[in-house]
Each structure stands twice: as C-alpha cells, then as structure tokens.
C-alpha cells in the first residue's frame, strides 16, 4: 500500500508539472455585421457587389456594413425621405482609383438610396457616415471618386482607427491611408498584448521542482525494489 501511495504522488508530481509548463491560450471574440438582404448582387447605378441592405424609415435610422477589415456605419436623419427607403452598400474595391503619391487605398465603397428598388436620385439631408478601421491613421483621407478622379471631402473629422463624414448624394468612397502608416501597421483597439517575464519564469520554477519531486520518487521506488 505504502508502495502504491508514493507512485501514485511521484505521478501526480511529474502530471503537475506538466500542467503548469502548458501555455494558457488567450482567446478573442469577434463579431461582425451579418446583411440583411441581396448580398452578392449589383445595386443600379453602384459598382461592385452589395454587402449590406437595411430599410430606413421616415423617422430615421443606421446601417451598417462591413468591408474588410473595416465597417460603414450611415446615420440617417429623421425627415431626410418622406417614405420607406434601403440603403445599400457595396464593396466597389474594383473601382478603385490610385491616391495621390505616398498614399495606398484603404477601402472602397459605394452608398446608395433606393425606393422599391429604383434608385433615389438628387440631393437630400446630411447623412452621417463613420468609418471605422485599424489601416484608418489620423494622416488618412477621405475621397469621393468622380468621373474626373479623387475629390477630397471637405469636413471630415479622421483620427487614428475611424473617418466620419457627411454626403448628401449617392457617393463612391474611398479612404486613403500613408504609405508609410500602411507598412509600419496599426495598433488595433482591444487587442490584448503578449506578457513574458517574472509571472511566468516564476510558474515554470515550481513546474521544474514538481517534476523533479517525482522523478525522484520514482527512482527511490526502483532502487527499492532492486535491494529487496
């Protein structure tokens, strides 16, 4: 019995040990914005593919859209439509047009108003639209693409990780960032950082002393059995 009790404490010694050398995997949880309807498909009078399509009311409303590794969020006003309207979005990366010098497209996309499916045409009230995204850094600009190129939208407030901005007509977006910024990457918000040192260094002192408690257990149970 004696016998058993100490092999059954030398394994448990070296199973200890063994745990505690086992990393502690950090795990993130993530979401994104599931569309609503005809995704995939073209929307009149917008270039490339829809991504997300939400009915605005009257009274208002937001939708949202992801593109990437960023997301489009329009606000709009209540009163900007007398009725019901969808508000699409497509992800027009195919329609980029090249920056300026010393910048890289970021994102590209298209925003568009439509009622029972025809597109709304002409101006209406401000809409707000939030950009938000990592390759997003306070020296980034926001374009409208135009027939004749890049136009720089006047008004918009960027700061590191998101662009907001106003249109009051169905534009095709796109954001610009630094070269420089687009190399050297971004921080992005949330992400936890990696930790090494002391807690550690402390955990595999004890894992090593476990483990050695055990081997030797077990040896001194060998060397038993040999003299008996």
Same mark, same amino acid.
């Given at each position: 019995?004696?016998?058993?009790?100490?092999?059954?404490?030398?394994?448990?010694?070296?199973?200890?040990?063994?745990?505690?050398?086992?990393?502690?995997?950090?795990?993130?949880?993530?979401?994104?914005?599931?569309?609503?309807?005809?995704?995939?498909?073209?929307?009149?009078?917008?270039?490339?593919?829809?991504?997300?399509?939400?009915?605005?009311?009257?009274?208002?409303?937001? =939708?949202?859209?992801?593109?990437?590794?960023?997301?489009?969020?329009?606000?709009?006003? =209540?009163?900007?439509?007398?009725?019901?309207?969808?508000?699409?979005?497509?992800?027009?990366?195919?329609?980029?047009?090249?920056?300026?010098?010393?910048?890289?497209? =970021?994102?590209?996309?298209?925003?568009?108003?439509?009622?029972?499916?025809?597109?709304?045409?002409?101006?209406?009230?401000?809409?707000?639209?939030?950009?938000?995204?990592?390759?997003?850094?306070?020296?980034?600009?926001?374009?409208?693409?135009?027939?004749?190129?890049?136009?720089?939208?006047?008004? =918009?407030?960027?700061?590191?990780?998101?662009?907001?901005?106003?249109?009051?007509?169905?534009?095709?977006?796109?954001?610009?960032?630094?070269?420089?910024?687009?190399?050297?990457?971004?921080?992005?918000?949330?992400?936890?950082?990696?930790?090494?040192?002391?807690?550690?260094?402390?955990?595999?002192?004890?894992?090593?002393?476990?483990?050695?408690?055990?081997?030797?257990?077990?040896?001194?149970?060998?060397?038993?059995?040999?003299?008996?």
């Amino acid at each position: 019995m004696k016998k058993c009790s100490l092999i059954r404490l030398g394994a448990r010694g070296l199973m200890a040990g063994a745990i505690t050398l086992t990393p502690t995997a950090a795990f993130a949880a993530g979401s994104g914005y599931t569309p609503t309807g005809g995704t995939g498909t073209t929307a009149t009078g917008l270039p490339g593919s829809v991504v997300s399509s939400t009915t605005i009311q009257p009274s208002g409303g937001t =939708a949202n859209a992801t593109i990437g590794n960023g997301t489009v969020t329009a606000t709009v006003p =209540a009163g900007a439509f007398t009725g019901p309207v969808q508000l699409t979005v497509t992800d027009a990366s195919g329609s980029s047009v090249a920056p300026p010098s010393g910048f890289t497209t =970021a994102m590209t996309f298209g925003i568009g108003f439509y009622e029972n499916g025809t597109k709304v045409t002409g101006t209406f009230p401000a809409v707000t639209v939030t950009v938000s995204s990592p390759s997003i850094v306070a020296g980034s600009t926001v374009y409208l693409v135009t027939g004749s190129g890049l136009q720089a939208v006047s008004g =918009a407030v960027v700061k590191a990780g998101s662009a907001t901005f106003t249109i009051t007509s169905d534009p095709v977006v796109e954001m610009a960032t630094p070269v420089s910024a687009a190399a050297g990457g971004t921080a992005i918000a949330g992400a936890t950082s990696a930790q090494t040192g002391k807690p550690f260094f402390v955990e595999g002192l004890l894992a090593a002393a476990l483990v050695a408690f055990g081997s030797l257990l077990l040896v001194a149970l060998r060397l038993r059995r040999r003299t008996v």
